[in-house]
């Protein structure tokens, strides 16, 4: 059964910082890998998509990076903003399945 | 194209009551996804329609819940009896037609459900 797991659970920065954070999955035989960010109780706005195949996948500021046999995946975020504050969802889809399985998430906070 | 839309926003209501929501995919989506959030944990999948067939269910997706998809266009999700455990933001979601490298699954904003 796959499992995600998302590092750290919250994280508070000062507001110009670079951050970094994390997801690790069980089962490498991934199709996609999936980053979201959730506002408080808003629905999922999709950030970026990397293929199995695909070791990255930049939009603007952020950044994700792929290690699928290790089982790991990075979201960057250059020169936070007090707007990025949210939670941020990892999410991968298995191979032969077309359900996302999440991470519980990372609440990032970024201060003034 | 407005995005996802799910109906209504909050619902609010009794142990034992049924209720039922809605789910308008992004025009053209053929595929459709219902996922349960409670707090402070990551959404969990329920289930999954390519059109009007529902390919896939999880374990979650108790004999009180049904969901349909019966026209390949908008879904409905109901909760029959429901019980205090049920309260979770609903979530739906769909994706386009060809699966593969644009296969993002775009979500709604969801429907908050509290049972007292």
């Known amino acids: 059964k796959q499992e995600v797991t998302q590092i750290p659970a919250a994280l508070s920065v000062p507001e110009g910082e670079n951050l970094v954070l994390n997801c690790s999955f069980t089962d490498s035989a991934i199709y996609n890998l999936q980053w979201f960010r959730q506002d408080p109780g808003k629905g999922l706005t999709s950030l970026l998509l990397?293929?199995?195949?695909?070791r990255e996948q930049t939009s603007g500021r952020l950044n994700a990076s792929l290690d699928k046999s290790s089982g790991r995946s990075t979201l960057y975020i250059a020169a936070s903003q007090p707007g990025d504050s949210a939670t941020y969802l990892c999410a991968v889809v298995q191979g032969g399945s077309e359900k996302l399985v999440f991470g519980k998430g990372t609440k990032l906070t970024v201060n003034p | 194209d407005t995005g996802v839309s799910q109906d209504p926003r909050h619902k609010i209501t009794k142990r034992g009551q049924n209720v039922t929501f809605r789910c308008d995919p992004i025009?053209?989506?053929?595929?459709l996804y219902w996922y349960r959030q409670t707090l402070g944990q990551g959404p969990e999948f329920l289930t999954y329609f390519q059109n009007e067939a529902q390919l896939e269910k999880s374990r979650l997706l108790s004999d009180r819940f049904s969901a349909e998809r019966p026209k390949g266009s908008f879904s409905t999700l109901e909760i029959q009896r429901t019980e205090q455990g049920d309260s979770a933001m609903y979530l739906c979601?769909?994706?386009?037609?060809?699966?593969?490298?644009?296969?993002?699954?775009?979500f709604g904003a969801g429907t908050r459900l509290s049972v007292l």
């Open positions: 025009s053209e989506h053929n595929r």
């Open positions: 979601a769909s994706s386009p037609r060809q699966f593969g490298l644009k296969n993002i699954q775009y």
């Open positions: 990397i293929q199995s195949s695909q």
